[in-house]
């Protein structure tokens, strides 16, 4: 049988080049990650994902790629990562890697030997047009920065296709050479101990756009064949797609019989629900949140399951919104124009944008509390700050505050960090850092080691059924996740004013604190209908029927 791990895992993302410099060039490195591992550890997380780390010329940071078999020297090398590989196999994690197969960078030698000679073995590897394409804009993706989507080559003589900025050139997966090479890649790094692959930008990968004929076969094979290809060389390794779809498109993503196609892809990161999330947060009322449970597809494949997550390393997108639900998330957490991005999300960290830390660690066990995945954006589980005045999504790619030290203890060295470390205000890292936290009753990071052993060792949440409770206030979003016998409740006020609620738990006789509540680990049981306080922002959850003390 085979190990579906990632039920109940939690996933721990972060950015080498940005987590702990080792040895003082100011960049990110496999030496100091390993270094760093036992806060990940000590967090709970279970795996770790980890942002491109390839050899890049950086101008989308690393996922502009020159060799998908390589280390980035300003992070190691080949040896430097098996350690890391290792160390994090030493621990019980599992490291899961970005696979960016849908472009390269034009800097990279399959795309030079491409566009230098019209009979290279590479040159049917990407989208060329010789005649410019009727709308070189349709399709853009990054609106206010990226000005189409095809660009004229000169040393071509063509014009090639990036869904994304111009120095990414799409690869043509119609092609079988670079659908047997997308394989060799997942094989080459299942060797050096990967446990799966966040695969990025799936709609784009498995599309036939641009091409003067499209071929007699379906685009979604290729994720069937990267799934087959998966379990054969390493089973109980996982595909987690980074698609942000409606949802009457999962079933192709998911696959599976009860979608009538071969499984595809274990995970999804449910970015509908993200959006209604911050709706909810908004306007402090659950109501999104449980609506955007409901609109997940039934009928999901055993092996299937939603991901979770706050914040990424991209912008949150709420494009899924209406005008006006947008209009409220942009005039509660980002009125300012800077703090928006391509006319559809917010390139704001999550301490920044909810303020009150009571709020934030609520967010924070919604997280943990919602059918799925949870995914971490590193920093978030300390309330890192934000810096504005980078570039783009780089106002929230900053370096890990580690202590109130030069640099925010990134790094010891002389040589400036790849980006300044957040130091000024509260949530810079004289005030906001790891160290500061570490140990303290009340600190944010305590609170999200407390959620995380606390999600693991309620496995009815990630493996089983879960459902709304009804008749709560509307600030109130109540849980009831149940898995072979036992069940969990959870219940979380969106609000910043006390609520007192009776949840109607069917066949319940008594219910257990777990967490969130005054001295849980003293209080007696709660009776069914006993009314419940939950203050401003505050969280409880409840083993019910649990073992009494």
């Not at 066990?365 to 780089?394: H, K």
């Not at 500061?436 to 999600?455: K, M, N």
Request: hydrophobic share 40%; net charge negative.
């Amino acid at each position: 049988m085979i190990d579906l791990w990632y039920k109940n895992a939690v996933i721990y993302c972060l950015d080498v080049e940005t987590f702990m410099d080792a040895n003082g060039d100011g960049v990110g490195d496999f030496r100091g990650l390993t270094d760093r591992l036992d806060h990940i550890e000590g967090l709970g997380a279970t795996a770790v994902w980890l942002n491109p780390f390839y050899p890049t010329p950086n101008r989308d940071n690393g996922y502009d790629i020159t060799d998908f078999y390589g280390i980035d020297p300003r992070s190691g090398n080949a040896g430097d990562f098996v350690s890391f590989a290792r160390a994090a196999a030493d621990r019980g994690l599992k490291v899961i890697v970005d696979l960016v197969v849908n472009h390269c960078s034009i800097d990279h030698p399959w795309f030079q030997s491409a566009r230098s000679d019209p009979d290279s073995p590479y040159r049917d590897w990407f989208v060329w047009s010789k005649d410019k394409p009727e709308d070189i804009t349709e399709g853009v993706i990054f609106p206010g920065v990226q000005e189409a989507v095809w660009t004229w080559d000169e040393q071509a003589g063509a014009w090639y296709m990036h869904r994304f900025y111009a120095h990414q050139a799409d690869f043509n997966i119609a092609n079988p050479a670079v659908r047997e090479e997308i394989l060799k890649i997942m094989g080459y790094w299942l060797e050096l101990g990967v446990w799966g692959f966040r695969i990025d930008a799936v709609p784009f990968l498995i599309e036939y756009k641009g091409l003067d004929e499209e071929p007699d076969r379906d685009p979604l094979l290729l994720l069937s064949e990267m799934r087959d290809f998966l379990s054969w060389r390493r089973a109980g390794a996982i595909m987690l797609a980074e698609a942000n779809i409606p949802r009457e498109k999962a079933p192709d993503y998911f696959g599976g019989r009860e979608f009538g196609a071969d499984e595809r892809m274990h995970l999804i990161l449910d970015f509908p629900l993200n959006q209604a999330l911050f709706l909810a947060l908004a306007r402090s009322q659950a109501a999104p949140i449980a609506q955007a449970l409901a609109s997940r597809p039934d009928d999901a494949p055993d092996q299937a399951q939603w991901a979770t997550f706050l914040r990424n390393h991209d912008e949150l997108s709420l494009d899924k919104l209406s005008d006006d639900e947008r209009k409220e998330v942009f005039d509660a957490f980002g009125p300012d124009k800077d703090m928006q991005l391509y006319d559809r999300g917010l390139r704001r960290r999550l301490a920044p944008m909810l303020g009150d830390t009571d709020r934030v660690a609520l967010a924070q066990s919604l997280l943990f509390a919602l059918p799925g995945t949870p995914v971490m954006w590193y920093g978030d589980e300390i309330g890192q700050g934000e810096d504005l005045s980078l570039s783009e999504r780089n106002a929230v790619r900053t370096p890990m505050q580690w202590a109130d030290e030069p640099q925010g203890g990134f790094t010891r060295g002389k040589a400036e960090p790849v980006r300044p470390v957040v130091e000024d205000g509260p949530l810079g890292f004289h005030e906001t850092s790891v160290a500061a936290q570490r140990g303290r009753p009340d600190s944010l990071l305590t609170r999200v080691q407390q959620l995380v052993r606390c999600r693991r060792a309620c496995p009815e949440i990630g493996w089983g059924e879960t459902q709304v409770i009804e008749g709560l206030p509307e600030a109130v979003l109540g849980l009831v996740s149940s898995w072979r016998g036992a069940r969990v409740l959870t219940l979380h006020n969106l609000s910043d004013d006390e609520v007192t609620c009776a949840p109607d738990v069917e066949g319940a006789s008594h219910l257990v604190a777990l967490l969130g509540g005054p001295d849980q680990a003293a209080a007696e049981p709660l009776a069914p209908g006993d009314e419940i306080a939950l203050p401003g922002y505050g969280y409880r959850w409840f083993r019910i029927d649990g073992e009494r003390a």
